[in-house]
């Protein structure tokens, strides 16, 4: 029973790896695909599915079909994926159980979702725990849309074919290339933008949640929500620099040198031009629309934590009519400037006397020696502060979000319009005269004030952990400041910077502005200089001669190294910043934001742990950095092949790339999640052909339910190369077979028929995975047969009628597999006729259907010959006369009468009994003498090629048929004369019961009985008379003969009996020789009714 994988594995298969890279159109067959057909199917050539109607209907993976969570309704569930149209095996139906409908899985999920103890906790060693159930649909479809598009992209590359020489052909090709390549960007920038939403709106979904209950469920709920957030700011991150270029994501990835940052501009050239001027010419884009890439990555990255801390501000004010408890915004009635002080003030008859400007933040107090500022916000009334603080609070978060109108608004709006004056100042005069003209001398001032308040709202040198939410008025405008001025180190010591976000985005701001004054003040110099050569009285409008001159105060950039800016946040002495970037989400928007080795290191750390990994709550981690890994081996394949686990990690020897290694690991999660079934096939399709059949095979070796089986076989004929499913089947059912894995029992999983244990039961069901589509029919012949040459050897046949070791042969044959197999599958062979790869051939086909036949031949006879034994073991060849029993004083005429009526009945009961044991003993004899009889031998090829005869598993077959052969066909030989001899006692038993009840006058009963048996078509004289006793099936010596003959059957070397007889060769002669004693018993009239 052995098998060799070589036949129908990885080596047999090599003539079609070739066609991974043939990715064609689809075929108009929804059954099968063209040989080059496309492994990701786009919107036209998506798995067909059946409407009520049964017409085909067509899903098209259009944005607008996507629902609010991003998932395509076409793509949700597996049974939504699922081919109805396809028809089950044979004798098989099996309803797929209620808990995987749709809206059942839907409503698990959120059972589990509202569990405390769902497994979701907020972080452990650095990976995220959590069970983001609903994200995983959306990341499948945003992958696979990716992958549509990327081969779309691979076909317009394969046909542009660019001719020398012919300038309008290179023109034309150009532009299809140029347009391929747009086409490649858009569909990067979609499946990153994508997994954005996804998680943001995981985040905002989980959010919701929070508030809810206590204890680990709302532990568990702000964690996930923390983390799909933080991944969902990740994916954006490589969204904006994903549309910078390649190079401006993957940032000096490859070793090489990070470019300076240069401007486009030399503003010492342009005197004339405004500061707006100058800046717009200088940050703006070359003539080829190109921009200097550090300056492009920083102004990118800017936009993109400007984003982020809009989406938070915009979130807290969706909160705040959700119950919260802190309202990020004032009252909506205030329109004056802290009633409650002034009001206060009035009551009590006090003014400022002079010593407190109620407009100013801070001040020193008049005739007070000491330098420490008073913090004015102190006098205000606790509403006034409150509210004032809770103005600010919403002023500074609109400034992080890069959104400073609203600000103005705002302050504007609550009475404080002097506030949004003193914040405006920072727009560089343009020519037509808006902006400030002393723009540098106020940012100047706006410093100094911002250090005059740190003063008061720093927390010091020591660490921190900042828990509060509301914080003093001052603190927040203190923080407005910073951002205004520049002013990275008091920012990063203000308590208002409470997250790891809004340090990078005063870092990365901070960095912007100073890069902005150092163009203004080469430009301002340049202008100092010519007026001072040219001693004129009239310098150009908006020179400042003195806002420069030793600002030793003036902070200092990194000339746009990223790397270097971020460093900062390490001396602050808040914990939520400093360590912010322990998160493995924001490490990794650490590291795109440093490019260079940085990407690489944290790549192969998040992989190193991952796959490292042993408990299944870190999937979610595992699954992004897997899409991350995806995405850099699609579009960037040369830096993925550098990727490497760390040695101390390894991989147990495998040779495998590391986006292997993830993809693997991922789909060995997929594949332990019931509700994620139906995405594997598709990450399995990005693997080598050595693990697709691997994996892919063990995975379906798991699936046990019969609509499961047609979505996940549908799927691996949709995504992989044209034959590699059926060298998966042939994998799967073979593994299903011959293993003795100890049985469980499965989701889905029927129970097994009554009589067949559950591990023969899952055995025999194996074999439905052949039988879902004709062309793998030769496969579950070949599949169907190993099982039954197994159960007939480790089983072997009783010959006693109760025996129902031979009942799961019979169902497989009877119920589970279609009526037709052996010969559709031969049919199949004829058309492949040797031209499809590991196709079984035509002469080996056949031996298979005849060896089918064959088993198939025999399970039958076994039923024959049970029946034949429960009909002769329960009918009677021996019954009273009632009028003999009865007796009477009839006379002589009347018992002439009645003695003729009962021997006419007698008569007439025996034929009926005889009738039903020669029927049954005729077919069972016919039977067993079928198998015997059988030409060219019973389970005996006969057209085979030496190469076949070669294989191991050939030899195997040939073993295990020999081994059959010479178990079985003498059990054979005895049961036949085991029929044919009990049915002739039988018999005898009738004649002998006849003569004893009616005597003399019995003879003429029983040839009248035997007469009517006969099919000779011979008259009714003495000579006949002995002919009847041997040739009607009523007679005793009719059935001996029979037996005798078997003698004779035996003998014929073409039936290959003898052989297989050995030492039951004596046994059998000894039968032979009893039957011969009898025919001549029964043969003779005179013997048989002299008793």
């Known amino acids: 029973m052995a098998s060799n994988d070589d036949d129908y594995g990885l080596k047999a298969y090599q003539d079609i790896q070739a066609q991974l890279g043939l990715w064609g159109e689809a075929s108009p067959s929804p059954r099968r695909k063209s040989p080059s057909a496309s492994r990701y199917n786009d919107s036209l050539n998506t798995p067909a599915t ?103 992209l691979s076909k317009a590359y394969s046909a542009v074919q660019v001719e ?56 568990a709920a702000a964690g996930l929500c923390e983390a799909s957030k933080n991944e969902g700011n990740f994916w954006d991150l490589m969204t904006a620099l994903r549309e910078g270029g390649t190079d401006s994501l993957f940032y000096c990835v490859d070793g090489e040198s990070p470019p300076d940052l240069s401007l486009n501009n030399d503003p010492a050239t342009m005197l004339a031009m ?93 005739g007070d020696r000491s330098t420490s500022p008073v913090n004015v916000s102190s006098f205000l009334e606790s509403e006034d502060e409150v509210n004032d603080a809770r103005l600010l609070r919403a002023c500074f978060m609109l400034f992080q979000a890069g959104r400073i109108d609203e600000a103005l608004k705002l302050v504007s709006d609550c009475g404080q319009a002097w506030r949004a004056a003193s914040w405006i100042g920072g727009e560089p005069l343009s020519s037509d005269g808006s902006g400030n003209p002393t723009r540098s001398l106020w940012k100047k001032q706006c410093r100094e004030i911002s250090k005059q308040m740190a003063r008061v709202t720093q927390v010091g040198n020591s660490p921190q952990a900042n828990t509060r939410s509301l914080h003093s008025s001052i603190a927040y405008e203190a923080a ?48 100092i200089e010519a007026a001072e050569e040219s001693q004129t009285h009239f310098p150009y409008v908006g020179t400042e001669f003195d806002a420069f001159d030793n600002n030793e105060t003036a902070p200092e950039g990194c000339d746009g190294d990223l790397g270097a800016a971020l460093e900062q946040l390490d001396s602050s002495p808040l914990d939520d910043i400093r360590e912010g970037s322990g998160d493995p989400f924001r490490n990794g928007m650490s590291s795109f934001l440093v490019g260079q080795n940085a990407v690489k290191e944290y790549i192969e750390e998040c992989a190193a742990l991952s796959i490292a990994a042993q408990n299944e709550d870190e999937a979610c981690f595992l699954r992004f950095i897997a899409h991350l890994v995806i995405y850099i081996d699609s579009v960037l394949p040369d830096f993925s092949s550098q990727l490497s686990l760390p040695q101390d990690v390894g991989s147990d020897g495998n040779d495998d790339s590391l986006c292997e290694l993830l993809l693997l690991k991922y789909i060995s999660y997929l594949s332990t999640r019931r509700d994620l ?138 119920k589970m597999l279609p009526d037709d197999l052996a010969d559709v599958a031969v049919m199949q062979c004829e058309q492949n006729d040797g031209n499809v790869p590991m196709s079984i051939s035509l002469p080996m086909a056949q031996n298979l259907r005849k060896e089918y036949i064959s088993i198939e031949m025999f399970l039958n006879a076994h039923t024959m010959y049970a029946q034949f034994l429960d009909v002769i073991a329960n009918t009677s060849p021996s019954h009273s006369s009632k009028s003999k029993m009865a007796g009477g004083t009839q006379n002589e005429f009347e018992k002439g009468i009645a003695d003729k009526m009962e021997r006419n009945a007698f008569r007439q009961k025996k034929s009926g009994l005889c009738k039903i044991i020669a029927k ?155 039957s011969h004693v009898k025919l001549g018993r029964c043969s003779n009239r005179d013997s048989l009714f002299d008793r």
Not at 82 to 105: W, Y
Not at 349 to 366: C, E, M, V
Not at 504 to 525: P, Q, S, T, W
């Open 677 to 814: 079934w139906s995405h594997v096939a598709m990450y399995c399709s990005l693997l080598s052909v050595d693990n697709i059949l691997e994996t892919y095979s063990s995975f379906l070796i798991n699936i046990h339910s019969d609509q499961e089986r047609k979505m996940t076989l549908q799927q691996a004929r949709d995504f992989f190369p044209e034959g590699l499913d059926c060298c998966i089947l042939r994998n799967v059912v073979r593994e299903m077979i011959i293993s003795d894995i100890p049985w469980q029992h499965a989701p889905g999983e029927e129970g097994a028929p009554a009589g067949v244990n559950s591990a023969d039961a899952r055995k025999m069901r194996s074999i439905h995975w052949l039988c879902y589509y004709p062309e793998h029919w030769p496969d579950a012949l070949v599949c169907s047969n190993l099982l039954l040459r197994i159960f007939l050897l480790t089983e072997g046949v009783g010959t006693e009628p109760s025996d129902s070791n031979l009942l799961a042969c019979k169902i497989l044959c009877d």
């Open 920 to 1074: 049954a003993a005729t077919r069972a004899s016919d039977a067993l003498m079928e198998i015997i009889s059988f030409s060219g031998g019973w389970l005996i090829d006969e057209n085979v090629s030496l190469s076949e005869e070669d294989t191991e598993e050939a030899q195997s077959r040939t073993h295990e048929m020999n081994a059959i052969r010479s178990t079985f066909l003498p059990k054979v030989v005895f049961m036949l004369h085991e029929v044919l001899d009990k049915t002739a006692s039988w018999l005898e038993q009738v004649v002998y019961d006849t003569l004893i009840q009616f005597g003399s006058g019995s003879e003429d009963m029983l040839l009248a009985l035997f007469s009517t048996f006969d099919e000779s078509d011979v008259s009714n004289d003495d000579d006949v008379t002995m002919d009847v006793l041997t040739t009607s099936l009523a007679a005793p010596g009719y059935w001996h003969s029979k037996a005798l003959s078997l003698a004779s059957v035996i003998g014929n070397d073409a039936n290959m009996i003898n052989q297989v007889l050995g030492s039951d060769m004596e046994r059998f002669q000894t039968s032979i020789a009893e």
């Open 50 to 152: 059946f409407g009520s109607d049964g017409q085909e209907t067509d899903h098209f993976m259009d944005e607008d079909d996507a629902d609010a969570t991003g998932r395509y309704p076409n793509l949700r569930s597996p049974e939504e994926k699922m081919i109805n149209n396809s028809e089950g095996p044979v004798g098989v139906q099996t309803p797929l159980r209620a808990e995987n409908d749709d809206d059942a899985m839907e409503h698990e999920n959120d059972n589990d979702n509202d569990d405390d103890d769902d497994g979701m906790n907020t972080a452990h060693n650095n990976i995220i725990f959590g069970d983001d159930s609903d994200s995983y649909g959306p990341y499948h479809n945003a992958l696979l849309t990716f992958l549509q598009s990327r081969e779309r």
């Open 164 to 219: 020398d020489g012919d300038d309008d052909v290179m023109q034309e090709e150009n532009e299809e290339l140029a347009e391929a390549n747009a086409a490649g960007e858009e569909a990067e920038m979609k499946f990153l933008s994508s997994l954005a939403e996804i998680c943001l709106l995981r985040g905002s979904q989980d959010g919701g949640k929070v508030g809810r209950g206590g204890g680990s469920a709302a532990a």
């Open 480 to 527: 407005i400041l910073c951002l205004l001025s520049d002013d990275v180190h008091n920012a990063l010591n203000n308590p208002v910077f409470q997250t790891w976000e809004s340090g990078v985005h005063a870092v990365l701001h901070a960095e912007r502005g100073i890069i902005v004054d150092e163009v203004l003040k080469a430009h301002n110099n340049t202008r």
């Open 274 to 366: 405004s500061p707006a001027e100058v800046l717009e010419a200088c940050f703006g884009e070359d003539e080829d629309g190109n921009t200097s890439l550090p300056l492009q990555r920083l102004n990118a990255a800017l936009s993109w934590i400007e984003a982020c801390l809009g989406r938070n501000f915009d979130e807290k004010i969706t909160n705040e009519y959700k119950n919260s408890n802190d309202p990020i915004l004032p009252p909506p009635g205030r329109r004056t400037m802290w009633p409650a002080t002034v009001e206060a003030m009035k009551r009590k008859g006090q003014t400022s006397r002079g010593k407190i400007h109620l407009d100013a933040p801070l001040q020193h107090i008049f």
